[in-house]
């Protein structure tokens, strides 16, 4: 009996226990199904998904960096250029001591005081995962010294690269400009432009001049070359590769030698001088002194370098044929005697009799020629030769400055040429309601005045005094000013003009034939150009910097040197048949006639005849007229 | 004894099935870890060092009379106790945790003794009060699984922590722990949810939280989900073909021949493959519930349950970590993963299996 109770009990045991082991079975089966469904869901779901970032994992995209295009001169002279060479490059993050890395390298090769200084200078810019050189222009012997040991150097890479290079440095610095190495705020722009993918593995961009307005150009575009990468970073094989297209070659309207040519003849003034071809607007010419050493900049200027630039009261970053605002002074009289005439408020003929100044109606305040007792009688011609400002100041005063405002705005003064270089400000041509909205103040009749020989509000950059002379030369036709003359050899279409102020032939006849009387015997230049084979067109002309008290006279021997008058100078060649319009201006040079004239004659006689200058002293030849 | 009675004598407590089952899971253990250590053979040979070892101490307790293991079991416990104490007051910090002892001789982590001392205890106290079983007996073997898994967690060991409290969990389960009171411990649970969560270690806190988005630290603490994920995933349906895997051979994968070995097969073997592992891993189970379901004794019984559904949640935490459904706890793929400790524990959890098949067959016979 007890027995068959144990025997029941044990049976019943079995049966509650297997009971357990199904829901244990059960509860298993339950939970591999949903493993199943797991490994279901990522290899057949979501495989796409999954492979993707599988193979952003595994492909590693490495730029290839294109070759920047070349800049040559209109006859083909290399004006920007690539060498090969080898830089020292070092990736920080990579690096666990820096500073015994450097140390370490420095046992191999030289690395100076100036190139450290540089190196932490980036290092405090750089962006994450940056390279920064800390070397640039190995010698063969240190590139071989290197690669023996590149082992102990994890972190350090020698790289063969291309480096930029201007051959012409100073001479071309402000025309040029130069590239460098992207800083935070490009790097901003270019993510702005959706173009940042283009420089994934540049370094550089351009920064100014040419290389800044062309950059999209000189660039090119990126290559890729697909590599596989295994987790740690190193490249395994290359899986494809898209070549680079290399950036396309500029050639410029500018000659270099006629470059040359102008910088030696600007000497040691600071100024500007801009010549262009008045038939089609080409600059052959674009000199702002002085200049600076572009190729300090590509790799990051080091400090001292920097502030001995920054810092010069000479001020030789600044673009002054772009950037420099000059009161115009008697180079205006030409464009005023044509507004004059637009106006019929002076026919040709009309004169008036010079005492050597001129009054307001009921002022006795004097405005004084620049010629004490004055000129005698002055028609519209000799009142451009010998620059009489009396003419002027009444002429202005009978066209109100509003007039002279509409149409002096058409030739171009106070507006932007539209030059192929950023940066450009407009200069001021001055109104009545540009004063009251500037000035809060109404214009005054004696505003005028002084507007009408070019010495009141009226600021004028060098290059626009080119255009303006350019459109001159030409009768009226403005072209804008260009320095690209051809990318990658491809020319555009001729230009077309940019404006026709359609001015009556007789009207710029007077005017051209006048400011070639001024390079004649009586005229303001005539000195600087005696003896020349070509006629020449020309216009002197002298800014004030400080103002002159009534009464008193200007003693150039008195003033500081920086406050001295600006020499003007305008002119185009051949008179008859212009090739080649220009203005100079030198700073604190004085008068016109005798220090920016003879400036303009070397440049002419190289272009038109291929004479080369003789070297050329600081304040040169003096001339039959004094100048105004 | 000749030849064949020797023979016989060999196989006569080994189980043909289970070892089927067994020796397909080690032979892809072996094929993935020459994939996965790149083409490493020493890897191969040592982890075919470990399986002859394994092997050994399976076939002797395979060949154990069962009233052996009965009686091994509280000096196993007794032991084992007495070492996890010893970890606790002496033991060395490595990784940031105190899991190992120094004997001199040997340095020994007595949890993994515990995978197999702690059901085996709980069986062996189980089997004596079969006829007079309250619950009072439950509580009492609960409190043989609550210390030495106290002493483990804080060590602390999340992993091998999970798989103890599952055996023992087990135990329990099987011997009929009443349904009120598994409810009860399951809301219990939920209750004590936030405060668990603040008993958690830092790191521990980071694996889970990295379950729920592993990318808001795609290059750190999610970075092992991620790539896990990825190696699966991109395997695909076919796979990516033997020693083809990216992930697995551009070094992507991180712990590839030990916790993560799974995301190497299914890389290279695809979803395919997966069937075929899951398959096999079936097989082992079922017939772990086979020898469960025959079993003569209570404590067998209970032993052959919980080491089968030990060896399930095993590989169910180790795949569902893999795949991202689990947090990262530190357990093998069970047979698949290299390492020699973990397939000793096993082996030996299979060989009491298939002494338990073998020698009531003995005795039916």
Known sequence: MTRKIELKNSQREIHFFRLRLFVGLGFAGLLMLLLLARVFYLQVLQHGHFDTLAESNRIYVVPIVPNRGVITDRNGVVLARNYAGYTLEVTPDNIRNLDQTIAEIGKLVEIKPKDLRRFKKLLAERRSLQTLPIRTRLTDEEVARFAAQRYRFPGVELKARLFREYPYTETTSHLLGYIGRINQQELEELEAGEVAANYLGSEYIGKTGIEQYYEKVLHGVTGFEQVEVDAGGRAVRMVSRTAPESGKNLTLTLDAGLQEVAVQALGDFRGALVAIDPANGEVLAYVSKPGYDPNLFIDGIDTESWDALNNSPDVPLNNRALRGQYPMGSTIKPFMALTGLHFAARSPDFSISDPGYYMLPGSRHQYRDWKVGGHGRVDMFKSIVVSCDTYYYGLATELGIDRMHDYLGQFGFGKRTGIDLEGEVPGLLPSTGWKMQRHQQIWYPGDTVSAGIGQGYQLATPLQMAHVTATLANGGVGYRPHLVKAIQRETSAPPQPLFDLKIPAQDIDLVKRAMQAVTHPGGTAAGSFYNALYPVGAKTGTAQVIAIKQGEKYDEKKVSEYNRDHAWFIAFAPADQPRIALAVLAENGGHGSSTAAPIARKVFDYYLLGKLPKPLKKAAVSDTAEGD | MNLRQLKQRFVLHLDPVLLSGLGALLLVSLLTLYSASDGNGARVLG???????????????????????????????????????????????????????????????????????????????????????????????????????????????????????????????????????????????????????????????????????????????????????????????????????????????????????????????????????????????????????????????????????????????????????????????????????????????????????????????
């Open chain 2, 47 to 365: 982890q075919l060092g470990n399986i002859a070892v394994a092997f050994i101490v399976l076939w002797i307790i395979a060949n154990m009379p069962l009233h052996w293991l009965m009686r091994i079991a509280v000096p196993m416990y007794v032991l084992g106790m007495a070492l996890l104490i010893g970890v606790a007051l002496f033991g060395e910090i490595s990784h940031g945790a105190r899991r190992w002892l120094n004997l001199g001789v040997a340095n020994i982590q007595p949890s993994e003794l515990m995978k197999i001392a702690v059901p085996l205890m709980m069986a062996w106290y189980f089997e004596k009060h079969e006829a007079t079983l309250t619950w009072r007996n439950h509580l009492i073997a609960a409190l043989l699984l609550v210390m030495p898994l106290a002493l483990i967690v804080r060590q602390p060991d999340l992993g091998t922590s999970i798989l103890i409290a599952a055996s023992g969990f087990f135990v329990l389960f099987l011997a009929g722990l009443s349904w009120r009171v598994i409810l009860g411990l399951l809301v219990a649970a939920a209750a004590s949810a936030p405060f668990l969560w603040h008993a958690l270690h830092d790191y521990q806190r980071q694996r889970i939280l990295m379950l729920f988005d592993p990318s808001q630290d795609a290059l750190g603490k999610g970075y092992h989900t991620i790539q896990g994920m990825i190696a699966v995933g991109s395997g695909g349906l076919m796979g990516k073909g033997y020693l083809q895997g990216t992930q697995t051979h551009l070094d992507f994968l991180p712990e590839r021949t030990t916790d993560f070995i799974f995301a190497v097969w299914s890389e290279e073997f695809g979803f395919i493959g997966n069937l075929f592992l899951l398959g096999l891993y079936v097989f082992v189970i079922g017939r772990g519930f086979v020898i469960t379901a025959n079993a003569s004794t209570y404590f067998t019984r209970l032993m052959a349950g919980s080491i089968t559904l030990t060896f399930f949640i095993y590989t169910f935490v180790n795949i569902g970590m893999v795949t991202g459904i689990l947090p990262v706890v530190g357990v093998p793929l069970p047979l698949v993963s290299y390492g020699g400790t973990s397939l000793l524990t096993l082996m030996l959890g299979f060989g009491v299996l298939m002494s338990i098949h073998t020698h009531q067959r003995l005795v039916k016979t």
